[in-house]
Structure formats: structure tokens, C-alpha cells
């Protein structure tokens, strides 16, 4: 259960989302002014407090000020119209752990607490779990969560589908944290990287002599995964020749050794993950009909990133944590030019790549949020390739382009004037006429 400040002037959607997270076991305070929000964080303390953007007397980024003053591990929200989506994300620079547009789901928004509660002190992240699940907030990461829990609890087998980088493993092994079997092993195998001759002993062991190099007796992953769960990733590299055996090993429930006529019962779940289209590997004889009707009892599509863009700040802040903690840093967000290059970027690398350009940034960023400068020209250049492909206008693009820099140059130096001049090799009159002409806040 976590205390929740709900701030909003609308006071009937105030109390109907109140009512909802109370139903679903926090203790939630409303208050709809800015007045009484402020008496409320000096009087309380709070795990995570929502508020709209827009109040009567002040905005939200007051009342996230105020929070963070009074406790700066209060998870803040931000509740805003699709029109301020721009000062939302500014918030974010200064300690919002994430924005919601209105007309808001309740749903989105319990999605958002639970990620927030889990990737701050007030949940204990797991940093040391690299497998730690994170919820996305998107309409696919909800629906995903839902197959999943509605899955895990039963023995089907999964096939996990994606491209490589989504999380295909995260997926499968929350399937097993959720599932009766969850204090049982989790055994996951790379049918990828298995060289075709040592496949089977990989799977079901072999005795000591069965075959040249067998200088003893070896237990196979299915023995080591009995009771619990196998996970078979890229599954469309096994051999054909495995498949046969994987295929009557799960239908019979039994395996024999390599070299040994024994046979050994196991009791194993089987979640297996592809990025190939399975389906057409069948139509072409390179995987067996039979077992993929074995394995197909439930599918889970898992969409690229690009597809979910909702999902890309709850991911990076996380990577952004688990960074910081790694490699000693104290980075605290992401300024808004940042945001606007990964938002606009295609992530062809899925997660993986997110992870890694987020390590990257940590590791060069010197100041207090990741800028332009630290991610890799990858997913910056994506930001010129937009304006490139739209029509042609010399004056705006240089003008951005000028803006950006300076923007990137004032964070860097912590909007010390006389420094920043100097790195734009331009005077200090200069540079206050090019702040007031492009409207920049300093």
C-alpha cells in the first residue's frame, strides 16, 4: 500500500480517482487547490503524489517543487492535456518521474504508481536482478501484462515472438515468477549459440564414453529444470534432428541420457522464444509441424519499440537507475532536447539498444541530466533526417539548429553565461539577444 496525493481542481475526477486506487489497497488523499496540496505534503508524508499541471493558483510544477523539497523520494506525476506536453516533460528535468495526458486512464495511471514504486527506494528496486520486469505504460505493455497473468498460473507452453532485443527472456521468466512453479528452477538454453553435435547433450545429458569427449556423466537441462521451467530461446536454430526428441520428450514426460537406456522422469515446463516467423519455417520443412502445434498452446507477441513510444521514459529511467548505481554517478533525468532525439529515434536494437545508448550517456554525461551531447549520433541525427524530410527552410533549420546548441551549451555549463559565451566563441551581449529571441529559459 503506498500514500497517494491526488491534486486536481476538477474535484468529481478528483474523488473518482481517489475511489479507484483506493480500491485497489492505497491510502489516497485529495485536494483540489494548490493551497491545500501544499498543507498536505507539510503534513504528510507521501509515497507518490499526482497532480494536474494545470491549477487555479499554481501549476503542477509547483506542487513537484514543494514535494521534492519536503521528500525527495516522493515519486511525482504528472496529469496534463495533450497542449502541455511539452511543459510536462520539462517537469521531468526537475524530478517528475513521468507525465499521463488527459482524458486519463485509470489503468495507465496504477501502471505508472506500480513502475514508480518499483524502480524507487520506497520498493527497493532490484538493480542486482538484470531481470528485473518493468511494466511499460503503453496499451501493449497493459495487454501483454494481462496475457501473461492470465498464462502464468496455468502449465501451457508459450511461444514468446518478437525481434531480438524486446525482452523476449524478461517475458518468459515473468511468466515463471508469476506461475505455480516460481520456487522451482528456471533453466533458459540458446538453442542459437548450441553447436548441433552437443545439442542433445545439452538437452538430456549423456553417460561417461557415449561418445568422444564424454570423459563423464553429465545431467541435461531438462533434469536440471524438473519441476520448474525450460526456456528454449531462438528456437528456430535447433536442429531438426533435436526437434524430434525435444518433441517426445514433451509429450512423454520422459528423457533418456545419451549412452543410457534408463529412462527419467521429468515434470517441465516448456516457454520457448523466436524472432522467426515459425509458421513459414513450417511450410518450408525447416521446423516440424508437430511440434509447433505442441509448443503453439499460447502466443505472446512482443511489439519493437517503435511501436510503443509510451513505453520509452518508463525504460530509461530504469536503465538511467541501474547506470547510475553501476558506474557511481549521480545523473538525475533527461533534459527535453534529449527526449525529443529518443522519442523521434527508431531503436532498430529494441531495449538492448536503449539500455546501451543509456549506459553510454551516463558514463560521458558531466552534468545533472543526460543532454543531446552524450547520446550516441545515431539517435541524434534522427532529429535532422525529420527535419530533412519535411520541406525545405534554411532560415528555421539554422535557427533550431542555433537554438539546440545554445540550449545544450547553458546545461552544460549550468546556465553560467559568461562560460557559455565563451564555449559558443560569442560575446555576453550576444548571447542575452539570442536567449531573448528564442524565447529560452534561463
Not at 54 to 78: C, F, H, Q, Y
Not at 198 to 212: M, P, R
Amino acid at each position: 500500500m503506498a500514500k497517494i496525493l491526488v491534486v486536481d481542481d476538477d474535484s468529481t475526477f478528483c474523488l473518482m480517482l481517489k475511489a479507484f486506487l483506493t480500491r485497489n489497497g492505497h491510502k489516497v488523499t485529495d485536494a483540489f487547490s494548490y493551497d491545500k496540496a501544499y498543507r498536505a505534503i507539510n503534513d504528510n508524508k507521501f509515497d507518490v503524489v499526482l497532480t494536474d499541471f494545470r491549477l487555479p493558483e499554481k501549476s503542477g510544477l509547483d506542487v513537484l517543487i514543494e514535494a521534492k523539497k519536503k521528500n525527495r523520494d516522493t515519486v511525482v506525476v504528472i496529469m496534463t492535456g495533450y497542449g502541455d506536453i511539452r511543459m510536462a516533460v520539462k517537469t521531468i528535468k526537475h524530478g517528475a518521474f513521468d507525465y499521463v495526458t488527459k482524458p486519463v486512464n485509470p489503468e495507465e495511471i496504477l501502471a505508472t504508481i506500480n513502475n514508480a514504486l518499483s524502480s524507487v527506494s520506497a520498493g527497493e528496486p532490484s538493480f542486482d536482478d538484470p531481470y528485473t520486469f518493468i511494466e511499460g505504460k503503453s496499451q501493449f505493455s497493459q495487454e501483454l501484462m494481462r496475457h501473461i497473468s492470465i498464462v502464468a498460473p496455468t502449465n501451457l507452453s508459450v511461444i514468446i515472438q518478437g525481434e531480438s532485443g524486446t525482452g523476449k527472456e524478461f517475458v518468459a521468466r515473468q511468466i515463471h515468477k508469476m506461475s505455480k512453479r516460481k520456487g522451482k528452477p528456471f533453466v533458459a538454453i540458446d538453442c542459437g549459440a548450441l553447436p548441433r553435435e552437443l545439442a542433445a547433450s545439452e538437452f538430456f545429458g549423456h553417460v561417461k564414453g557415449s561418445f568422444t569427449g564424454a570423459i563423464a556423466d553429465k545431467v541435461g537441462q531438462f533434469e536440471v529444470a524438473n519441476g520448474g521451467t525450460l526456456f528454449l530461446d531462438e528456437i528456430g536454430n535447433l536442429p531438426y534432428e533435436v526437434q524430434v526428441n525435444l518433441l517426445r520428450a514433451i509429450q512423454e514426460r520422459k528423457i533418456k541420457r545419451i549412452g543410457s537406456s534408463k529412462e527419467i522422469p521429468v515434470d517441465v515446463r516448456i516457454i520457448v522464444a523466436t524472432n522467426d516467423d515459425l509458421v513459414s519455417m513450417v511450410s518450408k520443412g525447416a521446423f516440424r509441424e508437430d511440434l509447433f502445434h505442441r509448443l503453439n498452446e499460447f502466443s505472446i507477441r512482443i511489439a519493437p519499440l517503435s511501436e510503443r513510444k509510451d513505453d520509452m521514459m518508463v525504460y530509461a529511467r530504469w536503465f538511467l537507475m541501474q547506470a547510475n548505481r553501476e558506474l557511481g554517478k549521480n545523473i538525475s533525468g533527461f533534459d527535453s532536447n534529449a527526449i525529443d532525439a529518443m522519442l523521434n529515434y527508431s531503436w532498430p536494437g529494441n531495449i538492448r539498444e536503449l539500455r546501451n545508448a543509456i549506459r553510454r550517456a551516463v558514463l560521458l554525461e558531466q552534468t545533472q541530466n543526460i543532454t543531446i551531447g552524450s547520446l550516441p549520433y545515431d539517435i541524434v541525427g534522427s532529429i535532422h533526417k525529420t527535419n530533412n524530410s519535411k520541406t525545405p527552410d534554411l532560415k528555421n533549420s539554422k535557427e533550431k539548429a542555433e537554438k539546440e546548441l545554445i540550449i545544450s551549451t547553458l546545461e552544460k555549463v549550468k546556465y553560467n553565461k559568461t562560460k557559455a559565451a565563451k564555449l559558443l566563441n560569442i560575446d555576453r551581449k550576444t548571447l542575452y539577444n539570442k536567449i531573448k529571441q528564442y524565447g529560452i529559459e534561463s
